[in-house]
């Protein structure tokens, strides 16, 4: 384990307008009042509202509006979303509702005729606000990222759309956002990118900051030009780790890091550097705004504005085992919650002690029957589940690879440090033993025994994982000074890993889509445009980085204090 140069918030450097403080903001805002006599403050769930609304009313900037009071009753759109939020303590469906079916249609006619024909200053504020004004009025948009929304969440903080469901179990308010408020909240905000004059960030309570809509589209196409990280973050868990403090210089006091999430655009956020100063927004912007340059053409035709490829640390070095668990198979997602991928995955071993093991397939012979109704005694506290007895448990070394397959039984275990790559669906998982452990909130996790049953696939036995799951590495081509095997994945999951060995530069091609990189070795690399269309790109140790689609073609060299010696890169891109 050492400490590395590893940067925590990567960022686009650009000039631009920008200014900070609620007092700077209100008063450009007036400004713009004057002339357009119209604001609307359109917000993404997570927003602190209130503290909005305060400042508002306390600037005597116009008759405020609050979207809230046009929407359904609360019990009307409780009715609505439950069949997709449905009883389940964790898993909903995919909703195919729409902003608009929250308002009141009748007091959303009433107050949009209301905003045409009076002639005082009017701001309306809340999500949807948009709806309400003219299309020739100030549109400004509150973001927010889901990793910040989901620490809120934990605090008990913010309301759901439409719904005041603050004092509701973590899990719930969680679920209601991914399956229901983000995807209807993110398909509204994609309506409006055009219209909108300024973006406030409000990620950081009582210190918000403005750019215009210029500076924000500079912002997008600066970073989807060239190679960009996007911002990680780090989440504890009850099986954490030690690896992450150390390497990634993250805080000590803190028990331990069991996640970081380094690349999963749906929940990062970007930074924007405006004349030095860190702008934060939700990485999803990029992809709803360039996919096609983002993605490739024919990632973009198969996933849509999907980002496919997730990468994430666990790192359980002086921790504990991962939950036994399994995911889904395409047709079971599918059917119960309208997903149309599956979440597919493999753990890397960024590093791993002498001690590490991966436990991963069934054991020859086991009987079905016997080990379901096992789990089903474990989880009700009857016995201790033998894991041992049913599920291989493989010494597991550095760069060792796994591929795990949605069906597939598997967990790490204690003192690895894994580099998971998986498509892109994030909540799909059936924890099957949980070895006897609590959750941080000192309650047992949820366990779905029942869910998984229907899912494992018991052909994926001891000789299965050996034949085609297990450092299934080969060597596909070498030059002076380099080597790229093939690793994965499994023939079941569309994303495809190349490893590279190499101490001189390697010439690399996007393949038509987009591609996900992590330094497994090396202080430093430097990623180089073959036509110079981007300026050099400095990564180091263990962060992963993002190659757009559109760049084609670009070389990847030993860099500072790693000139001329070996370095090691994993590469994920869409197979075709």
Known sequence: ???????????????????????????????????????ALDLYTGVYEEEVLDILSNA????????????????????????????????????????????DTEKLMQARKEVCETDEHIVVVGTGSSMVVPNDAIIVYLDMARWEIQQRFRRHEVKALGVDNRDE???????????????????????????????????????????????????????????FRVVPFFDPAPWGGQWMKEVCDLDRSCSNYGWC??????????????NGVRFELPSVN???????????????????????????????????????????????????????????????????AEDAVVYIGLKEGVDKEVMIDDLRKAQKGELIFDVERYVNKIAAKKHDHYLIPGGTIHCSGSNSMVLEISSTPNLFTFKLWDWQRLGLDGK??????????????????????????????????????????????????FIETRRHRFSSSVLHNANNSVNVFNLLEGEEVIVESRTEAFEPFVVHYAETFIVPAHIKEYSITPYGKSAGKECVTIKAFVRF
């Open 1 to 39: 384990m050492r400490k590395a140069n590893y940067d925590k918030f990567p960022s686009t450097k650009l000039n631009g307008m920008l200014i900070q403080s609620w007092d700077t903001i209100i008063s450009r805002l007036k400004e713009e009042i004057d002339s357009k006599r119209v604001i």
């Open 261 to 274: 999430f380094d690349c999963v655009p749906e929940e990062n956020s970007l930074y924007f550097e405006v």
């Open 444 to 493: 047992p996790r949820p366990i779905n025994v029942e869910r998984g049953k229907d899912v494992i696939d018991w052909s994926r036995d001891t000789k299965y994982v050996n034949e085609n799951l297990r450092n299934h590495f080969e060597c596909l081509a070498s030059g002076e000074g380099w080597v790229e095997e093939r690793t994965g994945l499994h023939p079941n999951e």
């Open 286 to 352: 990029l992809v709803l705004l360039k996919s096609k340059e983002l993605l490739g053409e024919p990632v973009e035709a198969r996933f849509g504005k999907d980002f496919p490829i997730r990468f994430d640390f666990l790192d359980t070095m002086g921790g504990g085992n991962l939950s036994l668990q399994v995911h889904p198979t395409t047709q079971f997602i599918r059917e119960n919650f309208g997903m149309y991928y599956t979440q597919d995955e493999s753990y890397y071993l960024l590093d791993a």
């Open 169 to 227: 179990a973590v899990s719930l308010q969680y679920k209601r956002g991914y399956f229901n408020d983000w995807r209807i909240c993110d398909k509204y905000k994609e309506s409006l990118f055009d219209r909108i004059t300024f973006w406030i960030d409000t990620h950081v309570a009582g210190s918000p900051k403005m750019i215009d809509k210029d500076t924000f589209f500079k912002g997008v196409e600066e970073t989807v030009k060239k190679p």
């Open 60 to 103: 005597s900037i116009g008759r405020v509006i609050n979207t809230r009071d046009l929407m359904k009753s609360e019990q009307e759109i409780l009715n609505m979303t439950y069949r997709f939020m449905t009883s389940d303590a964790l898993f909903g469906f995919i909703t195919n509702l729409e902003l608009e079916d929250y308002f």
